[in-house]
């Protein structure tokens, strides 16, 4: 019912610069947040940030000052402009929403896309 189709992942150097696009598509309501989580190799799935209808944001500790979550709500896009990239951000990046349908029994569901990987490196 729902794709969250990404974009904007690749190979950067240490101190580069990537931004993130995830645009959602389907029999959406109305979108409750969309947001960014990350695997990288060896280590569990990670909020990276999320932002809310009303504006709201989160971001782990490991990214804040370095990341920033913003939207294009007439899009229904959500973006992670990420800076000062180091190694430790190296992971696949998923893109993540929680939607209310046009079918109104659900009211917040989740959905994922389908994975951008990032890579950190010299």
């Known amino acids: 019912q729902v794709q969250l189709v990404e974009s904007g992942g690749g190979l950067v150097q240490p101190g580069g610069s990537l931004r993130l696009s995830c645009a959602a598509s389907?029999?959406?309501?109305?979108?409750?947040?969309m947001g960014w989580y990350r695997q990288a190799p060896g280590k569990e799935r990670e909020l990276v940030a999320v932002?809310?209808?009303?504006?709201?944001?989160n971001y782990a500790d490991s990214v804040k000052g370095r990341f920033t979550i913003s939207r294009d709500n007439p899009k229904n896009t959500v973006y992670l402009q990420m800076n000062s990239l180091k190694p430790d951000d190296t992971a696949v990046y998923y893109c993540n929403a929680r939607v209310r349908l046009t079918d109104l029994t659900y009211n917040n569901v989740e959905f994922w896309g389908q994975g951008t990987l990032v890579v950190v490196s010299s």
């Open positions: 389907g029999s959406i309501l109305s979108i409750n947040t």
């Open positions: 932002i809310s209808s009303g504006g709201s944001i």
